[in-house]
């Protein structure tokens, strides 16, 4: 059986990772963040690719997908696991091709979650973690404002190309972390998870 996968998607701090968390907690599913791994491999001594990964990240843009997508793959693998929550990923034309390249044929994508939240709601969410001492160089008003464009310009497409394909469920995040969850696992006892 191939691997299963289910992209999430939605602004930043619209409280992807939140769900996933709770998500793997409650179905049989590794929570795959491509933004950790990405911070992970900028960290990782050695890495050739470290100084790039922070200029993008600062500056909202996205990673070449060849690099972030050899990661999730590189996860999925040792994980030993067969299900998988890949979340911030696709976000671009780039990232969308490079899947359809390089994975589409090992992986079978289930469907994608997309959380819905405003911008306010969500920069200050962002901004409430970076006073909180959250450490990631782009929880700033600057940073923020290019998340959001990119997110705009780059990743809203990504998620129509998918919503054209019946492949989207919307979920509303604005209310607390688990209201948002009562609707995800619906969707997820609804399509028989
Ligand atoms: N919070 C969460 N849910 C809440 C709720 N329901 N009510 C109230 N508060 C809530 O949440 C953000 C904050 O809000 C937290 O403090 C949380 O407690 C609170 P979180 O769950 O972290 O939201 P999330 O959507 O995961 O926000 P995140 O900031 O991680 O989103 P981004 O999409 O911006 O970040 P990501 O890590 O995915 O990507 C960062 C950068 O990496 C990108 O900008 C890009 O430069 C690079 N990148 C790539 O290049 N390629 C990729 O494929 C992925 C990333
Ligand atoms: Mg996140």
């Not at 990232?95 to 405003?118: A, H, P, Y």
């Not at 190309?161 to 619906?186: A, W």
Request: glycine residues 10%; negative net charge.
């Amino acid at each position: 059986m191939l691997p299963e996968v289910v992209f999430v998607l939605g602004a930043p701090g619209a409280g992807k990772g939140t769900q996933c968390s709770l998500i793997s907690k409650e179905f049989d599913f590794v929570h795959l963040s491509a933004g950790d791994l990405l911070r992970e491999e900028r960290q990782r001594p050695g890495s050739e690719y470290g100084e790039m990964i922070e200029e993008k990240i600062r500056n909202g843009e996205i990673v070449p997908v060849e690099v972030t997508c050899s990661l999730i793959d590189k996860a999925m693998q040792k994980s030993g696991k067969t299900r998988f929550l890949v979340d911030g990923f696709p976000r671009n034309k780039d990232n969308l091709d490079g899947w359809q390249r390089i994975m589409t044929d090992k992986t079978k994508l289930l469907f994608v979650l997309f959380f819905e939240c405003s911008r306010d709601l969500c920069t200050e969410r962002c901004l409430g973690r970076g006073a909180a001492g959250s450490g990631r160089s782009d929880d700033n008003l600057k940073s923020l404002e290019k998340r959001f464009s990119t997110y705009i310009n780059d990743t809203l497409p990504i998620i129509n190309h998918y919503d054209r394909q019946g492949l989207v469920q919307r979920i509303n995040s604005e209310v607390g972390p688990q209201e948002v969850f009562q609707d995800v696992k619906k969707v997820f006892n609804d399509v028989g998870i």
